[in-house]
């Protein structure tokens, strides 16, 4: 088996993106959701080593950032609470 053209990838899934309002103080703010498939090495990187490995390829930051794993484990869930895009 040749190893060395394995590497860590994500397939996007769906993503969609609304107006919301937070809970902690009620401000506006844009909820950006987005589905992906992981493949083998991202599955095992992220039941490993948790999420970081993922933030890190899509180049996202933990801040504001909620994933949810699917039992089914190449599937993630990424909820994004986008603060810049409040609005009033």
Do not use: Q
Request: hydrophobic share 40%; with cysteine; glycine share 6%.
């Amino acid at each position: 088996m040749n190893t060395t053209n394995l590497k860590y990838d994500v397939t996007l899934l769906c993503r969609a993106s609304f107006p919301a309002r937070l809970e902690e103080d009620g401000s506006l703010c844009i909820a950006e959701v987005t589905v992906y498939r992981l493949n083998a090495i991202a599955v095992t990187s992220f039941m490993l080593d948790g999420p970081d490995g993922l933030l890190l390829h899509l180049g996202l930051s933990e801040v504001d950032t909620y994933i949810t794993r699917h039992e089914v484990d190449d599937i993630v869930t990424i909820v994004r609470i986008n603060r810049e895009g409040e609005t009033e």
